[in-house]
């Protein structure tokens, strides 16, 4: 190992002279106040914040508030699926039936729209992406303060759809039933349309802070891919959500003035309104996985101490994947009446978007070949993203398959489809991120040996929950139906012990991170060794990030990162100009003491 | 991008060679703290104004979207029905706006130059350009719906038939423009006054909305003259056989249970919507003998979404436009720093841009 024999080389180059360590200086903390602040203070320091990492901490509570509350509406619907016959959730057939439609529904739309979209970009996002940058903030902290109020206003929305009479048109919204059914649709779609314009200020800030912000020796091909990914998802942000926006006005007007352009009875055509849903949606589920890649991206040279493999491919790929995005919404319409020279074409797209999704797994695996792997708990997420991702990608291409689809569609098989990517992909990247960052956060190190096991949970509970439900739906389980024939109830109690498991992983988990904010031991500036920027100020950072402005380097060569026993971290060692004949661009002095 | 801002500022060249932190020789006011310098600031202003607009354009386009399904289909219902529009008024409408488009270049020419009298003069132009269109716009809408032309649900215009209702608009147009020219003017002289009197922020922002008030009579007035010339009546006339598509339109078909669906049953929905009687039945889709063919409602539907979510854009900007006056006032704005008049200027242009492509797709169809 290349790398080891060279961190040698330079621990004992620190020895002969210490200077070359790169000193951090260290601040107070963006997450405290000034000594002497009121309690009201306090609070209106957070509320009226214009700080990013406050901003991302608000998101990081409520997206967890709203993941907490989607998975309680996935409980009952697992419950209740625990027999072929209805009970948990209503006596009779009808009632059971139409309280899971309102259980499945909300569950979709809340881990949809408030949890999943939000997560990554406008949590972890909005905390790393400046500091990676070596910015003070965002382009627009207003309008990133903004962004967080609009989500939280679409969050008091759907509260609001809970209160009332819910919502029973599933995640879609698919008409005409939509624009008659009796629920609360109009609530519910400006609550979406709300959190829409949440994203799309979320995604503009990112784009144009990429954009003119990044430091002069930041060129596009030196940024971290956590930026490339990042950015990616933020075009789609800006460009495909405004066309949900308007569709949810239309199908607003279309029950509240009966305008007939979605309504069969007036004369619209229903059928449009699941191209336009889907324009958005199909490129609305890169939103989801972009973010979540580009936090693997990040993760894995790092904990495999190599340089990350392909670097161009896989930031070319992210765009490949948000422009492609946009071509193969009609997968989704197989079966709606959709011609058969579309479906064809749509079908031979949806292929196509697989490629920069298996180059993206390609070069992760090859980044960790005969690299140095530390399984961290971070890391140990981002073995079951690569794990879960590839199944749940690889299923698609069934889906994709326009024969093998008109079985499989609105089956068991497409929910474990797209819970295989959105939850094994997405959130298990939000939790490798969430565990990589967490000390740079809140500068607190967790308990590893407990964060892993939480990881194991996880990662076992998953495949328990949704791997039967592939198997469910090739034996032609259909999905959104509360009652179900005798054959298929062992499939289904197995699906509802793995959501148990699931649910003790991720409370396990999120029990050693908070207990860490109480009990952790203070974390190091750099306890992985990781190169990119955000981990050059100190933990947790200060307002304004960096008190000096850090030495921007390459993103994933860790040489020149050493441990150091005494900080029980990494510290950055400045490369030894003689002896290594470095580049000529090299460090023009950063700071050092 | 930023030639805009060197051309008449070379002396914002970026100063800084290094990637400094701390000490700026730049300490324009305007410059916020985690910008470098204005030119940043000025890039990054615009790069976030035209990715909004980008997304204006994919709201909007939506809306196209839906019109041009909808006219590929059913050709002869868009030309049957979009007689019921004045082509008058919606070309005035057009040079309205052109004019106002043309005012607000003007105005951001001027901020370029540090010229705040002109910034001045041509928005609050702008802003009474805005206010004739929305003049003009309400006579449009409350005509439409005293003849019974509403959207959807509202729209009960037969044939040969006068639907009216108890309550017309049209009764209370005169109290309006009265009403809307007086108090304009009274608002406008109170700026005025104001301004004069030293307080020129209150004075712009209270003229200006005087001036809009006015001016909205003013579109009002204008819209009243042309329909009465009798240009309209003939076109009318002419175009009066032209709604086969909207007998065709019967108001009541009862619901039929197509497919009794657990999941999906419901007691209001459809029936409610309509005003029928047809409550029992749990709606759950016209059968395809019931199925209603596309007509007049659904252009007319069409055509007060389009229209009406663009006067909300319209709205919106002139709510801009009165926030770039307040700061041009307070003398915000110099040659080195007119972001937010080049910003508020381009939105505007998009604003006018879309009723460009309205005007003909609704009003000039053949
Ligand atoms: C590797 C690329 C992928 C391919 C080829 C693919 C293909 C498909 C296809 C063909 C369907 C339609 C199935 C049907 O309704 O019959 C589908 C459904 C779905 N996919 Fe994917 N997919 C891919 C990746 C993703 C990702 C990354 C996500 C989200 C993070 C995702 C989320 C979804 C969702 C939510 C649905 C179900 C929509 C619904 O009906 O409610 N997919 N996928
Ligand atoms: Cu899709």
């Given amino acids: 190992m290349i790398s080891q024999s060279r961190q040698h080389t330079l621990l004992e180059a620190i020895g002969e002279d210490p200077s070359r360590k790169v000193h951090i200086p260290q601040g107070p903390s963006y997450l405290t106040n000034p000594p002497g602040t009121t309690f009201w203070q306090a609070v209106g320091s957070w509320m009226f914040t214009l700080d990013h990492k406050r901003i991302g901490v608000m998101y990081l509570c409520g997206v967890m508030f709203a993941f907490l509350l989607g998975g309680i509406y996935a409980g009952l619907v697992r419950v209740e699926l625990w027999n072929g016959t209805p009970g948990f959730l209503g006596e009779s057939l009808q009632q059971a039936q139409n309280n899971y439609n309102q259980a499945f529904t909300l569950h979709g739309a809340i881990m949809t729209f408030l949890f999943i979209i939000p997560s990554i970009p406008a949590a972890l996002g909005n905390i790393f992406l400046p500091m990676m940058l070596g910015a003070k903030d965002v382009a627009f902290p207003r309008m990133n303060l903004a962004s967080f109020y609009l989500w939280c206003t679409g969050a008091v929305f759907f509260v609001a759809t809970l209160l009332t009479s819910g919502l029973d048109t599933g995640w879609t919204f698919y008409t005409p039933y939509s624009t008659t059914t009796s629920t609360s649709v109009i609530l519910a779609t400006l609550g979406v349309f709300i959190l829409g314009f949440s994203s799309i ?154 490629i920069p999704s298996a180059i993206k797994v390609f070069n992760w695996l090859t980044t960790m070949y005969k690299g140095a792997i530390h399984f961290n708990a971070a890391m140990c997420y981002a073995l079951a993203f690569m794990f879960l991702f590839t199944i749940g990608g690889l299923t698609g291409l069934f889906l994709g398959a326009l024969s093998v689809d008109i079985h499989l569609h609105d089956t068991y098989f497409v929910v474990a489809h797209f819970h295989y990517v959105m939850m094994g992909g997405t959130l298990i990247a939000f939790l490798a991120g969430l565990h990589h960052w967490w000390p740079k956060m809140f500068g607190v190190m967790y308990n590893e040996f407990w964060a892993r096991i939480a990881c194991l949970l996880v990662f076992v509970g998953f495949n328990l929950t949704f791997f039967p439900q592939f198997i469910l739906g090739t034996q032609g389980m259909p999905r959104r139906y509360a009652a179900y024939k005798e054959e298929f109830q062992f499939l289904h109690q197995l699906s509802t012990t793995g959501y148990f498991v699931l649910g003790t992983g991720l409370f396990l988990a999120a029990a050693v991170l908070i207990i860490s904010l109480f009990k952790g031991k203070k974390a190091p500036d750099n306890p992985w060794g990781a190169a990119t920027l955000e981990w050059k100020c100190c933990s947790p950072p200060t307002h304004h990030n960096f008190e000096v402005q850090p030495w921007t380097g390459s993103p994933y060569v860790y040489d020149d990162f050493v441990y150091d026993p005494d900080a029980e971290g990494y510290v950055e060692v400045l490369p030894d100009l003689q002896r290594d004949a470095k580049p000529a661009e090299a460090p023009a002095a950063p700071a050092t003491t | 991008m930023a030639d805009a801002a060197t051309l008449d500022s070379p002396e914002t060249e970026p100063q800084t060679a290094d990637h400094g932190h701390g000490d700026h020789h730049d300490h324009h006011p305007a410059l916020e703290h985690h910008f470098e310098d204005l030119d940043q600031q000025f890039d990054a202003g615009k790069l976030g104004m035209w990715l909004f607009l980008a997304q204006e354009v994919l709201f909007f386009s939506g809306l196209f979207a839906a019109y041009t399904v909808y006219r590929w289909a059913n050709p002869q219902v868009f030309v049957d029905a979009h007689h ?283």
């Fill in chain 1, 201 to 354: 200020f979320t995604g503009l800030n990112f784009v144009v802070t990429v954009n003119t912000m990044r430091p002069k020796g930041m060129t596009w091909f030196k940024m971290p891919l956590f930026l490339w990914g990042i950015y990616s998802t933020a075009i789609i942000q800006v460009l495909a959500t405004p066309v949900l926006a308007i569709t949810l006005v239309l199908l607003v007007c279309e029950r509240t003035l009966g305008i007939g352009i979605f309504d069969p009875a007036k004369g619209g055509d229903p059928v449009l309104f699941q191209h336009f849903f889907w324009f958005y949606s199909h490129p609305a589920v890169y939103i989801m996985i972009l973010p979540g890649m580009a936090v693997i991206s990040e993760v894995i040279p790092v904990y495999s101490r190599k340089h990350i493999f392909g670097y161009t491919f896989i930031a070319y790929s992210s765009v490949a994947i948000a422009l492609l995005g946009f071509l193969v919404w009609g997968h989704h319409m197989f079966t709606s009446t959709e011609s058969a020279l579309a479906a064809v074409i749509f079908s031979a797209l949806t292929f196509t978007v697989s």
């Fill in chain 2, 84 to 366: 019921h529009l004045n082509t008058t008024l919606g070309a005035i409408n057009t040079i309205v706006l052109l004019a106002s488009s043309l005012a607000i270049a003007w105005g951001v020419r001027a901020a370029m130059r540090g010229d705040r009298y002109t910034i001045l003069t041509t928005h609050v132009f702008t802003l009474g350009c805005a206010a004739v269109f929305m003049g003009i716009k309400t006579i449009e809408y409350t005509h439409k719906w005293d003849e019974g032309i509403g959207a959807g649900n509202f729209y009960k215009f037969l044939e040969g038939q006068h639907v009216h209702g108890d309550w017309m608009f049209a009764d209370y147009v005169l109290g309006l423009t009265v009403g809307s020219l007086a108090v304009g003017a009274v608002v406008s002289l109170i700026g005025m006054v104001l301004a004069s009197n030293g307080s020129r922020v209150w004075g712009w922002c209270v003229g200006s909305v005087g001036v809009s008030i006015l001016s909205l009579g003013l579109g009002i007035v204008i819209a009243k003259c042309i329909m009465l010339t009798p240009l309209e009546a003939e076109m009318a006339a002419a175009h009066g056989d032209g709604h086969g598509a909207h007998a065709a339109h019967a108001e009541d078909h009862a619901a039929e249970p197509a497919h009794a669906d657990v999941a999906h049953a419901s007691e209001e929905g459809h029936a409610e919507a309509e005003g029928e009687a047809a409550h029992e039945e749990p709606y759950t889709g016209p059968s395809p003998a019931e199925r209603m063919s596309f007509s007049g409602p659904n252009f007319f539907g069409i055509y007060f979404i389009m229209t009406g979510v663009h006067a909300v854009h319209i709205i919106a900007g002139m709510i801009a436009i009165l926030w770039v006056i307040a700061k041009a006032a307070d003398g915000q704005f110099d040659a080195d720093y007119f972001l937010p008049v080049e910003n508020v200027g381009l939105y505007w242009h998009l604003v006018d841009l879309v009723w460009i492509y309205l005007f003909p797709l609704l009003y000039l169809i053949h």
